[in-house]
Nanobody
Framework: QVQLVESGGGLVQPGGSLRLSCAAS????????MGWFRQDPGKEREFVAV????????AYADSVKGRFTISRDNAKNTVYLQMSSLKPEDTSLYYC?????????????????WGQGTQVTVSS
């Protein structure tokens, strides 16, 4: 079992920045690829970013590419999502997730564990 707890969400103005954190506990964090997803009410959860466990390769959704950066600190069992140049359309509930697959997975079904989510609101 892996427990995931997100933090760092909040209210930010358009063009601002925010860093989300996801702390993991339980089984070996370094053996899991970690992803970030987001979901709006009434919509499907969508992929945002992923980082693999072995080589730290990353992939991003086109909508966030160049603005968001995913990283991980295996010593702290934590994955981060640095979000910059935020737009109102980035407003969402953000989830982190853990996958035992060592590749750049973007589909929800590839993830074994999920956090409870942290709300990000981009508004002036």
């Amino acid at each position: 079992q892996v427990q995931l707890v997100e933090s760092g969400g909040g209210l930010v103005q358009p063009g601002g920045s925010l860093r989300l954190s996801c702390a993991a506990s339980g089984r070996t964090f370094s053996s899991y690829s970690m992803g970030w997803f987001r979901q709006d009410p009434g919509k499907e959860r969508e992929f945002v970013a992923v980082i693999t466990w072995s080589l730290g390769r990353t992939a991003y959704a086109d909508s966030v590419k160049g603005r968001f950066t995913i990283s991980r600190d295996n010593a702290k069992n934590t994955v981060y999502l640095q979000m910059s140049s935020l737009k109102p359309e980035d407003t969402s509930l953000y989830y982190c997730a853990a996958s035992s697959r060592d590749n750049l997975v973007s589909r929800l079904s590839a993830y074994d564990y999920w956090g409870q989510g942290t709300q990000v609101t981009v508004s002036s």
